[in-house]
Antibody, heavy 125, light 109 residues
Framework: QVQLQESGPGLVKPSQTLSLTCTVS??????????WSWIRQPAGRGLEWIGR???????IYNPSLESRVTISVDSSKNQFSLKLNSVTAADTALYFC?????????????????WGKGTTVTVSS | SYELTQPPSVSVSPGQTARITCSGD??????THWYQQKPGQAPVLVIY???ERPSGIPQRFSGSSSGTTVTFAISGVQAEDEADYYC????????????FGGGTKLTVL
């Protein structure tokens, strides 16, 4: 079955760029009607969706983070990536990647059916 | 911004039915999905499209929708069901395509 694994630095300095990669195994990132998401969760708090990307590169972001976020996909490596610039301590969180099922029609919907285990990123000097 | 409102906590005794609500203005026009998250683990999808159960999710998990409120229920609650539960939906305009509720801590007494 499809599995996702996040990777990247666990410590980022304030004002710098947070960069994470999600590697998809057990299936192709290009197959099916899937959009690939990043979600984060500060310690002891709820989930916050960051944004998603299709295999063809179509993106949509959370408006609250849009000015600082870039999500990209590399189908040849079966990976998608997150860049969050100008980070502050408020960006310290557990970051998850997830596969999402997307349907657009009279009633559109998007839900995330496969999640990575998450990776902790701390913003500190 | 668009918000989904959940109660912070729900407590039930084993064997009882737990119900968790999620309220939002767009819910009559948008599907809602539910995730279970246990400590130190990633969320797991337990209900999608208001009331559908993914493969492998116990039948005691169910979902329903009525107007601006959707309800997630667990019948015959077991100790292993103690977890945080999050609803997820979207606003009607497309500005907020993915929004999570604040989460509900389910405690099994």
């Amino acid at each position: 079955q499809v599995q996702l694994q996040e990777s990247g630095p666990g410590l980022v300095k304030p004002s710098q760029t947070l960069s994470l990669t999600c590697t998809v195994s057990g299936g192709s990132i290009s197959s099916g009607n899937y959009y690939w998401s990043w979600i984060r969760q500060p310690a002891g708090r709820g989930l916050e969706w960051i944004g998603r990307i299709s295999a063809s590169g179509t993106t949509i972001y959370n408006p609250s983070l849009e000015s600082r976020v870039t999500i990209s996909v590399d189908s040849s490596k079966n990976q998608f990536s997150l860049k969050l610039n100008s980070v502050t301590a408020a960006d310290t969180a557990l970051y998850f990647c997830a596969r999402g099922v997307f349907w657009t029609g009279y009633y559109s919907y998007y839900y995330m059916d496969v999640w990575g285990k998450g990776t902790t990123v701390t913003v500190s000097s | 911004s668009y918000e989904l409102t959940q109660p912070p906590s729900v407590s039930v005794s084993p064997g009882q039915t737990a119900r968790i609500t999620c309220s939002g203005d767009a819910l009559p026009r948008q599907y809602t999905h539910w995730y279970q998250q246990k400590p130190g683990q990633a969320p797991v999808l337990v209900i999608y499209k208001d009331s559908e159960r993914p493969s492998g999710i116990p039948q005691r998990f169910s979902g329903s929708s009525s107007g601006t409120t959707v309800t997630f229920a667990i019948s015959g609650v077991q100790a292993e069901d103690e977890a945080d539960y999050y609803c997820q939906s979207a606003d009607s305009s497309g500005t907020y395509p993915v929004v999570f509720g604040g989460g509900t801590k389910l405690t099994v007494l």
